[in-house]
């Protein structure tokens, strides 16, 4: 086809780095992935019978645009009871995943040429829904030896004229770096001084092991200029229902809602009803995903440090981000001869961003039996490489 009847902006864009591995995966046998971004668990019990009975009932309708209301007034009330903010239910709305509020907060700010300054090593997704939504990535690289905790002083130094917005993942995907109270007050000093907007992906919220959290819009003065963006597929185990929330001031969710409105219609509306039951009775599995996950965390990091990868101790999320600089072999090199040798899949760091080099992403959103193969395998292959010393 010819190219003039594409989009520049979407040519451009470059596919996922992560599916090259997980093509080559799994094509493979007896492979085990620490590298999915997804929960092992299934969606708790009570939660998929919720759905099934709004079937049952025959509520199969689209719901309002912004969602369902009894499922707006749980969330209201779930932000307040986790993360003391207050979010009237006209101040949210129900997306398709955490994904799609991301997308409609960056169209609903941007205009052409608006800078949006990521985090690097950030998700995937951030950099080329800035660009798809006609504003332009400014990457931000943190780093490894101050365990990928934000430099505010460097920060304020990629602040330009046209800087519109930061994303922001707290725990972040990949690295779990935890970002505490302090340096989200100092960050709140300079989103006030430049007046920008922070979209803040708090996805991983719940999955916090060793301190309380504190949500972005929770810091003084930080409600207005604060996306929040929130879900129920890491938390709840729900990633196929494709279910996200977003929370902000009416005089910014009342735009996003058209975006919304014009290009989805609705969530899914038995997705919906299935997430008032999560919201309303979830707790006690939440909190045995939770433990399970800490338990799995605490043994990979020890793992990767006893096998001579220093490896810093990630306070969120469901990702151990190990330095591999000592081996000798690029990220991309690791991963593949680690897959082809000992077939175990993992993500190498440099697809979130350069400051990733060096760094391999394993999630441990898999049961302790693969973890405790996984790390017996890698063992093996860090053998195989003389100039690693165990520390
Ligand atoms: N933000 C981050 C940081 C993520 O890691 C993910 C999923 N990997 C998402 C957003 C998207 O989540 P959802 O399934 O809710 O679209």
């Known amino acids: 086809m010819s190219k003039f009847l594409l989009s520049n902006t979407v040519t451009a864009i470059q596919p996922s780095g992560i599916r090259k591995f997980f093509d080559l995966a799994s094509s493979m046998d007896n ?8 929960p092992d668990f299934v969606t708790p019990w009570n939660v998929r019978e919720a759905s099934i009975y709004s079937l049952e009932t025959g509520h199969t309708a689209y719901t309002s645009n912004a969602g369902l209301l ?29 994904s799609q509020g991301i997308d409609i907060a960056l169209r609903t700010i ?15 997704a951030y950099a080329p829904l800035v660009s798809l939504a006609g504003g332009i990535p400014v990457h931000f690289s943190t780093s490894g030896k101050d365990e990928f905790k934000l430099n505010i002083e460097a920060l304020a130094n990629t602040i330009t004229s046209k800087t519109k917005a930061i994303l922001l993942c707290n725990p972040n995907n990949p690295t779990g770096t935890l970002l505490e109270k302090e340096l989200l007050e100092q960050l709140a000093d300079l989103v006030k001084k430049h007046n920008l907007l922070v979209i803040s992906d708090e ?62 219609m609705c969530a899914p ?27 799995r965390r605490n043994f990979l990091v020890k793992s990767f440090q006893e096998i001579g990868l220093p490896c ?52 441990y959103a898999t049961s302790l039996e693969k973890l405790i193969e996984a790390s017996k395998r890698i063992q093996r292959f860090i053998q195989t490489i003389p100039v690693v010393e165990p520390v």
């Open 312 to 363: 810093h101790m990630p306070g969120g999320a469901f990702y151990v981000f190990p330095s591999i600089e000592n081996t000798g072999l690029t990220s991309e090199e690791f991963a593949q001869e680690l897959l082809i040798k000992e077939r175990v899949a993992v993500v190498p760091g440099n697809v979130f961003g350069e400051c990733g080099e060096g760094y391999i992403r394993c999630s």
């Open 110 to 124: 941007l205009n052409p040429g608006d800078e949006v300054i990521v985090i690097d090593p950030c998700f995937v």
């Open 203 to 264: 996805i991983y919220a719940e999955l916090v092991y060793d301190e309380e959290y504190t949500s972005f819009a929770n810091i003084e003065g930080m409600r207005d200029h604060t996306i929040l963006i929130s879900g129920f597929s890491k938390t709840f185990a729900m990633t196929g229902w494709r279910l996200g929330i977003v929370a902000a001031p009416t005089e910014i969710i009342s735009h996003m809602l058209k975006v919304h409105q014009y290009a989805i």
């Open 31 to 38: 492979v085990i992935s620490l590298g999915v971004g997804e």
């Open 70 to 98: 009894e499922l707006r007034e749980e969330v209201s009330r779930y932000l307040n009871r986790k993360f003391q903010v207050t979010y009237h239910e006209e101040e949210i709305i129900i997306t398709v995943g955490a």
């Open 269 to 295: 509306t038995m997705s919906q009803h299935a997430a008032v039951e999560a919201l309303r009775n979830g707790e006690a599995d939440v909190q045995a995903m939770r433990r399970s996950y800490m338990q």
